[in-house]
């Protein structure tokens, strides 16, 4: 059964978190979720009601019967562009919904809009973003942010760190496990039978054979050694490369050598992706027992509530909905 047939009875519930009130999140929600080209599965969307029937009054758009609210807040003082503590309180609210939904069996796949760091952890939350939190709560051992576009696939060996924490943060075991996870999603959720894994240096030229630091000799390689030998049966036709040059590699997977690219920061492996693949590329979570998806962009609170009437650009958001629909139809064929 294909893929697009699978979409046509699905047996799943999708998640849908509104994100940060005050941002274009309620505002990206409407437009995608009744534009005609959305997914037409069962929705849960955990969110407010009062923002979106506001946002819904003011776009003349109504959401339909097949998304169900959770109306898990009720905000007193919403202003679009105006985040506030109430508002990263909500959004810590939303997530904490979904994932009792998901641990409950209720949903299979989420589809996160995007948080607001600064107000939720205004509001207690303990994490540096969504990918920290998910892995807490849904009990992951592991887990691998992957930005995945049309052309582009890139997994990151580290998130959210300065710079100047970053070689000290690489590790052996932590970078193969980062590529093992990278080679099991692209076999088992995006249909790559014999996947390409290139690994990004650190340094440039790659190191040069120690001239320009020595993390490639050090950690790099070693750990492109232990992820070929923890690949398991079913992954042991992918192929693991590298360290290769930073300036090159993004070149080289564009060019169709490569399935993916595991890079060892975020910025080596954000900006090729935004450069490239920047409205289309989705944010997902690898080693998460449900599918997560996420647009790889932020709140832009500059823009929120007077979008609506110019039309925002929804097509991250309606990939990062599209690819949690597929991945997760894949999974329920297996």
């Not at 992951?140 to 930005?147: G, K």
Request: aromatic content about 4%.
């Amino acid at each position: 059964m294909s893929t697009d047939e699978l979409l046509t009875q699905p047996t799943f519930t999708l998640g849908v978190t509104l994100g940060d009130p005050s941002g274009i999140g309620p505002e990206l929600v409407v437009h995608t979720l009744t534009d005609e080209r959305a997914p037409r599965v069962p929705i849960r969307l955990y969110g407010d009601r009062q923002v979106l029937d506001e946002v819904q009054l003011r776009l003349g758009k109504r959401l339909a019967a097949h998304v169900e609210l959770v109306p898990v807040s009720s905000l007193s003082s919403w202003q679009p562009g105006r985040p506030n503590a109430e508002g990263g309180a909500a959004q810590i609210a939303y997530l904490e919904a979904a994932v009792a939904d998901a641990r409950g069996g209720r949903i299979s796949a989420l589809c996160t809009a995007p948080i607001h760091k600064a107000s939720c952890l205004a509001a207690g939350f303990a994490f540096p973003g969504h990918t920290e939190f998910l892995r807490e709560r849904l009990g992951a051992e592991r887990v691998t942010m992957m930005f995945a576009g049309p052309r582009l696939r890139v997994s990151l060996a580290t998130i959210h760190l300065a710079l100047s924490a970053v070689p000290a943060a690489l590790t052996v075991e932590d970078l193969a496990g980062t590529i093992v996870q990278t080679a099991e999603a692209l076999q088992r959720d995006f249909g790559v039978a014999a996947p390409r894994i290139a690994v990004a240096g650190l340094n440039p030229h790659a190191g040069e054979a120690g001239h320009f630091g020595d993390e490639e000799l050090r950690i790099v390689t070693p750990a492109i050694a232990r992820a070929r030998q923890l690949l398991s049966p079913a992954t042991a036709t992918a192929t693991v490369t590298g360290p290769h040059v930073p300036d090159a590699v993004f070149r080289d997977h564009l060019d169709g050598r490569h399935d993916a690219v595991v890079a060892l920061y975020h910025d080596q492996g954000l900006i090729p992706v935004k450069l490239i693949d920047f409205e289309e590329a989705v944010n997902v979570t690898l080693g998460l027992p449900i599918v997560r998806t996420s647009p790889d962009h932020g709140v832009a609170h500059d823009i929120a509530g007077i979008a609506g009437s110019t039309g925002i650009r929804t097509t991250s958001f309606a990939a990062a909905l599209g690819l949690a629909v597929r991945l997760a139809s894949i999974r329920q064929s297996r």
